[in-house]
């Protein structure tokens, strides 16, 4: 587990939820991936999780653009 970086004191678990979105007029929910401090409940998202977040946004509009280009 990794120490939480704005209490110094507690440690991060990684969580997911589900974010809604829409693209081009097609709605889904993505998972989207954080973590939370056991200690201050601060919720923050790290680098590795911001990057898989942005890499579902980017498959969810290729797959609404390859079905809307048909």
Not at 2 to 25: A, D, H, Q
Not at 46 to 54: A, D, G, H, S
Request: aromatic letters at 8%; glycine letters at 4%; one cysteine or more.
């Amino acid at each position: 587990m990794e120490p939480c970086m704005i209490c110094g004191e507690g440690f991060l678990t990684e969580n997911i939820s589900k974010n809604s979105v829409s693209y081009r007029r097609v709605h889904t929910d993505i998972p989207f991936r954080y973590s939370v401090c056991d200690e201050c409940g601060s919720e923050i998202a790290l680098p590795e999780q911001i990057n898989r977040n942005v890499e579902e946004m980017i498959l969810f509009r290729m797959y609404v653009d390859s079905i809307l280009s048909r």
